[in-house]
């Protein structure tokens, strides 16, 4: 065994990036941005001083800005890759010990069952001496719970009465766990080298001890030995670790390696650095630094698990960034992604705060823009600055749009994984969780009482304390396994003849009532003590009404019971307590997480089990019983495939994890198992956006002007500079001469309704941080649709002045300042009636891709008259309405 040396390092931005190779690029993309508008700022100063003092604030506060974004925009990429593997390795971490917890509940109830087993307690008591028929015994249970690599049968002195496993000969036990079990009345669980076990490291060993049929004194103990190794290597197999890429352990109190994934690596005897806090920090063992994650054992049915007993999963830091297989993101519908960014604030604050400050950015920069726009014609020695902040400013959307766009994937990417994840984990849990109930059933009917009882009701001579006498078995059963409502044992005629609950729901006895027929038909002609039948998820008098499945085995005599060929004497029934334990299955899989909801599906959707309460929290409404709407190819997947998607669901932005049943061990999907079942994991990510498609639209326009390169005209003249904007999705433009700047719309102070037509209210223009006037804020998306807009993040406000009057107009996003040729603009067609034309020219413009779009301009006195023509026909209906209720008001402020 080496030792490890545990080094704990400060972690920060700088100790990440150069294994980070999108950050690197990045972090490259924005210092060359940097450099340039620090560049183009100092050659402004130098060259031409007096006609850029103007425009120097506007790039010393991009300059300033763009400097906060690009630490800020680094340190979050850095943040959310982190945790994009931390949560990874988390989650895998929490698989290994979950999974293996959940199995080992199971171990507990089997030994305190078995322990019962009078064949086993009369061998022990020395009542019969055929050791080789409770052999035989033994390897019949060994055929059903092939989680056992042996199973053993002591007497008092450690002497071996009987086992199955004849391959390690031994005769007298000598560990200590024989007399610590004799004096417990409970089973005792042993993990460590024992020489029940020999020639093995460690041995997980589960013992009860065994009583006298008639004196009740112990006169035995029973081992189950568990297949340790074997379980926990499939375990690492299921879900393992990614590409080789890091490495699944489990690990003791002491962080000594019980179980790895890959011994040669880091093998079974070593110690290792644990991470139970789950930070982000750096940890080295054996010279190889790692990200680290550690999970307790959360306990099951108040099974806490071995003491100490927790799941590990490391990955070398060098590895833990590298790219992987092409994130589904990218085949995301695009307002999918605008819609799920619109609620980043939710999600990922860090992101909100950058498109919030990406955007700041890209207004100063249009207003720069604006500001100089009019200084071409006059200003030759400007020109060259013009172009370079033209330039530089379209760079610094495209960066900004491509850096956010890596952060966002980041988080999305990292939200899909979870997501998938969590599904997985919870048809693992499921898969073997019913291939546990198909062993109870086949094993319970092998229970001798129970073979003789049918026996006997086949040929009328069964008593009522035979009844009785299998009812408390049925009972004692259900009281050591309480994943089941209801154990039902019927005859050859379906009719049940014993039960562990006998009083139904509806207040009737279960005795003397009939199984399904389709059922009895299925388990009438079942071959074999290996065979079972399961029953469709349907609602029945035995499950007290609530839909589950119903496990059963055929009985058959005594004599025959290990003849294929012969007949059964009736069957036993066990009907999963599905209400419960799916329910609780779910929601211990993912404790605490408020915007998630996980729900079990059947091939068509029919909700089988929801955490209810997290789909309310959430926003979804999911309830067992309901169907779901889901895409065809996530239905459709095949038995151990999975998938995750971004999709609406119930209005809301979903990210939805989806895995399919396969089946555990010989319990296969494609057998007898019950019909596929699949996982699904909902998180909500906020309400669906009626602005994402428009948005989506409006990313991706890029005008392309004739002063940049696409058209270069001998005379600037000839031409007009045009402030170009949103109204939903459709491009605008004004003459940028008569805007005076642009301003977030969440500064609008909002006014009583009814003041002034399409007015939302108004808004202080501020210079040096001191407000130097107000002006209205009208809608110009309702003047020109007719119906409000919704104001979103994007919205913004830009300021015009028009005949010594400033005004407002709300707008659905910034886009440009471009120079168009005059060529390209043509008069709009008129509108029929006297009103002047909002609209009263067309720019034929072209895009960066070569399409062509068409540009709306605005007359903005053609606005101006409509905004006042409207103001006075409602100020003049008003005092018509209030003269005749209260005479003539006097000093009315109005915006005519």
């Known amino acids: ?96 010990i979950d999974i293996l917890v959940r199995n080992l509940y199971e171990r507990t109830a089997d030994v305190g069952f078995l322990a019962t087993d009078p064949v086993l307690c009369r061998l022990a008591a020395g009542l019969d001496d055929d050791a080789e028929t409770v052999r035989a015994r033994l390897r019949q249970y060994r055929s059903k719970y092939t989680v056992y690599d042996d199973i053993l049968i002591l007497d008092t002195q450690g002497r071996v009465l009987a086992r199955i496993d004849d391959s390690m000969p031994l005769v007298e036990s000598q560990d200590a766990l024989i007399e610590q079990t004799l004096r417990s009345p409970r089973h005792v669980e042993t993990f460590r080298a024992s020489d029940l076990r020999p020639g093995q490291r460690h041995a997980l060993i589960y013992s009860q001890r065994l009583l006298h049929p008639v004196t009740g004194e112990a006169v035995g103990v029973l081992c189950l030995s568990f297949a340790f190794d074997d379980e926990l290597q499939g375990i690492f197999q299921a879900r393992g670790a990614q590409q080789g890429r890091s490495l699944a ?46 999970i307790a054992a959360a306990g099951y049915q108040g099974y806490p698990g071995p003491p100490g007993w927790k799941g590990q999963v490391m990955v070398p830091v060098e590895l833990a960034f590298q790219s992987r297989a092409r994130s589904s993101v990218d085949s995301l519908p695009p307002a999918i992604i605008q819609g799920l960014l619109g609620h980043a604030r939710q999600f990922c604050p860090p992101l909100h705060d950058i498109v919030t400050a990406a955007d700041t950015i890209r207004r100063v920069v249009w207003n720069g823009q604006v500001m100089t726009g009019g200084q071409r ?112 044992v019927y005859d050859t005629s379906g009719r049940i003849v014993a039960a562990s609950h006998e ?76 209400a419960e334990e799916l329910t609780a299955m779910l929601a211990g899989a993912q404790p605490g997480a408020e915007r998630n909801c996980t729900v079990f599906v059947d091939r068509t959707g029919l909700v089988l089990a929801s955490s209810s309460a997290r789909a309310e929290r959430a926003g979804l409404q999911i309830a067992a019983g309901s169907r779901l709407a889901l895409p065809a190819r996530m239905l459709q997947l095949a038995p151990g495939q999975s998938e995750s998607r971004a999709m609406v669901h119930a209005g809301h932005y979903c990210i939805v994890g989806c895995s399919v049943t396969q089946g555990y061990r010989e319990f296969r999907a494609n057998h007898d198992a019950p019909d596929a079942v699949l996982a699904l994991s909902f998180t909500s990510f906020g309400a669906v956006l009626a602005d994402a498609e428009a948005a989506v639209l409006r990313r991706t326009t890029q005008l392309l002007g004739d002063s940049v390169g696409n058209v270069q005209e001998p005379a600037m003249g000839t031409g007009r500079e045009m402030a170009t904007f949103f109204i939903d999705a459709r491009p605008f433009a004004v003459h940028a001469a008569c805007v005076l700047e642009a301003l977030p719309a969440s500064a609008i102070t909002a006014v009583s309704a009814g003041r002034l037509p399409y007015c939302l209210g108004t808004l202080a223009r501020r210079s040096q941080g001191q407000v130097t006037g107000y002006a209205w804020v009208f809608d110009l998306g309702h003047v020109l649709r007719g119906t409000p807009s919704t104001i979103t993040a994007q919205s913004q406000v830009i300021v015009i002045e028009q005949g010594g009057r400033r005004i407002g107009l709300l707008v659905s996003d910034l886009l440009g300042v471009q120079h168009f040729a005059a060529r390209r603009f043509a008069a709009a067609p008129r509108m029929h009636g006297g009103a002047p034309a909002i609209v009263g020219e067309i720019i034929q413009a072209q ?15 053609a606005l101006m008259q409509l905004l006042q023509t409207c103001a006075a026909n409602q100020r003049q209906a008003a005092e018509a309405l209030q003269s005749q209720q209260y005479g003539t008001p006097e000093n009315e402020e109005t915006f005519a």
């Open 249 to 294: 352990l489990l690990v003791d109190a002491s962080q000594q390696v019980l179980a790895s994934s890959d011994p040669l690596w880091i093998g079974v005897g070593i110690k290792v650095p644990g991470n139970l806090s789950g930070a982000a920090q750096l940890w080295t063992h054996s010279g190889r630094t790692y990200l680290v994650q550690t």
């Open 847 to 861: 895009q960066a891709d070569g399409t062509g779009l068409l540009v709306q301009c605005l007359d903005i006195a």
């Open 377 to 488: 014609e006059d200003a030759q020695r400007l020109a060259a600055v013009l172009e370079q902040i033209g330039e530089t400013g379209a760079r610094t959307n495209e960066v900004f749009s491509h850096s956010i766009r890596d952060l966002y994937h980041t988080v999305l990417s990292a939200a899909l994984r979870d997501s998938e994840f969590l599904s997985q984990l919870l048809v693992d849990l499921l898969d073997r969780n019913l291939y546990e109930r198909a062993n109870d059933c086949r094993w319970w009917a092998l229970t001798p009482e129970l073979r003789n009882l049918l026996a006997d009701v086949k040929l009328g001579i069964a008593g009522d304390a035979d009844v009785l006498r299998a009812n408390a078995i049925l009972a004692q059963i259900n009281g050591l396994y309480t994943v089941y409502s209801r154990l039902v």
């Open 503 to 578: 009083r139904l729901a509806n207040g009737t006895s279960a005795i003397g009532q009939s199984i399904d027929a389709q059922a009895l038909a299925a388990v009438l002609a079942l071959r074999g003590p290996q065979a079972y039948h399961v029953s469709p998820w349907q609602a029945s008098a035995l499950s007290d009404d609530a839909p589950t499945y119903v496990f059963h085995a055929a009985i058959r005599a005594p004599e025959g019971a290990q003849s294929a060929n012969a007949a059964p004497v009736g069957g036993i029934g066990i009907v999963f307590n599905s």
């Open 1 to 96: 065994m080496t030792s490890t040396d545990e080094v704990v390092h400060e972690i920060d931005t700088d100790s990440f990036i150069p294994f980070m190779r999108k950050v690197s690029r990045c972090e490259d993309s924005l210092r060359e941005l940097r450099l340039m508008w620090r560049l183009i700022e100092s050659s402004a100063k130098m060259n031409c001083p007096e006609e850029a003092h103007s425009i120097l604030p506007m790039m010393a506060a991009t300059r300033e800005g763009f400097q906060r974004l690009e630490a800020d925009l680094v340190q979050s990429l850095v943040a959310e890759s982190l945790g994009e593997v931390m949560r990874e390795i988390g989650t895998q971490a929490r698989h290994v």
